[in-house]
């Protein structure tokens, strides 16, 4: 493997000396891009994009080759997982994923194990070792997996839900089933994250999405202390170096002490949280990521440079700390010149914060 020539954003996750902030983008291999679009339609759908090594390569570089990213993240879906375990994920236009074969009993959850990683999920892993070599030392590579409770909400709704009807059910009337699924759902997220790891990833994140739709206590049971067992349970190190884990919570601002309590090395906030209030309240116990709200992008350009400056304003003075980051994925309709912006603002402006 090649040297690493660009590790700000390792460092800056570490907590460790930098020249200015790091930045890349959720989803930043996607949609907005012209040439993403390019390539999805020759592999004809979403899941056979994912699936196929060369192509989930070529999607993760693209970015890279417009703007000048701190970071690649390998091109994958968080429902690859339950995929896995045979639940049958397909995408429907207009509706995103849905299950053929939901979780729906206690003899469904009966049947779930952890998949074998270079087998059912040899494709992510040929994928992120392909990109490694291809990206050949130029910014790290990350690799990711939805939170138990996250992938969870998938498989027993069948799909996005706006209400959570279902899984919330399961929570409150059978909480024992509900903990049975979240612990085979967390014992798989160590074993592909750690082979996501072997495979050549060199920082990890963990996405809960839904997270925010529970009750604080509901929070730390059903959805906190599994991302917790994740992250007692990962490869730390490998190539030599540290493998830094973020996690992220969307809505969950309001624990980001007791995330940070995780021993994560990094937290991702949403735009809803103000990053120097996050800051105040965490110290120097994590990294933070995040936090401009995606739809500034449609605002102009210069609307856009002023943004990122409040941003970096409000995280404030310091060698380390900032990961800049969107508050969640970037849009579909984004134009790309407005990305590019965004990348060459957050390193000019961030810079006279580390002198």
Request: proline letters at 5%; one cysteine or more.
């Amino acid at each position: 493997m090649s040297e690493l020539q660009n590790d700000r954003y390792l460092r800056a996750l570490l907590r460790q000396p930098i020249d200015k902030t790091p930045v890349w983008v959720m989803r930043q291999a996607g949609r907005y891009l012209p040439e993403y679009r390019e390539v999805r339609a020759k592999a004809g759908d979403f899941m056979t994009l994912c699936s196929t090594p060369d192509l989930a390569c070529e999607v993760t570089l693209q970015p890279l080759r417009r703007f000048d990213l701190d970071a690649a993240i390998i091109f994958s879906d968080i429902l690859t997982i339950p995929d896995a375990m045979g639940l049958g994920l397909h995408f429907v236009t207009g509706e995103g994923p849905k299950f053929s074969n939901p979780i729906q009993s206690a003899a469904d959850i009966a049947k779930l194990g952890v998949p074998d990683m270079e087998d059912n999920l040899a494709y992510v892993m040929d994928a992120i070792r392909l990109t490694r070599r291809e990206i050949d030392g130029k910014v790290p590579l990350i690799g990711f997996s939805g939170s138990p409770w996250t992938l969870a909400c998938y498989m027993v709704e069948g799909g996005s839900s706006k209400d959570f009807a279902k899984v919330k059910g399961m929570l409150f009337d059978a909480p024992d089933q509900m903990h049975q699924l979240l612990n085979v759902m967390a014992d798989s997220v160590i074993a592909y994250l750690n082979a996501q790891i072997a495979a050549g990833a060199q920082s990890v994140m963990l996405f809960d999405t839904w997270g925010g739709a529970l009750s604080t206590g509901n929070y730390q049971e059903f959805s906190l202390a599994y991302m917790q067992k994740i992250i007692s349970g990962l490869t730390r190190e490998s190539d030599g170096r540290t493998v830094p884990v973020t996690m992220f919570t969307k809505g969950g601002g309001q624990w980001l002490e007791l995330m940070a309590a995780t021993g994560a090395d990094a937290v991702g906030l949403d735009w809803t949280t103000d990053i120097g209030s996050a800051r105040q309240r965490v110290g120097d116990k994590v990294t933070l990521q995040g936090n401009m709200d995606p739809c500034v992008l449609y605002a102009s350009a210069n609307r856009v440079e002023q943004e990122v400056a409040s941003v970096l304003a409000s995280y404030g003075q310091g060698e380390t700390g900032h990961v800049f980051n969107l508050g969640h994925g970037i849009h579909p309709t984004i134009e790309p010149e407005k990305m590019q912006r965004l990348v060459d603002s957050v390193h000019r402006l961030s810079e006279p914060y580390y002198r």
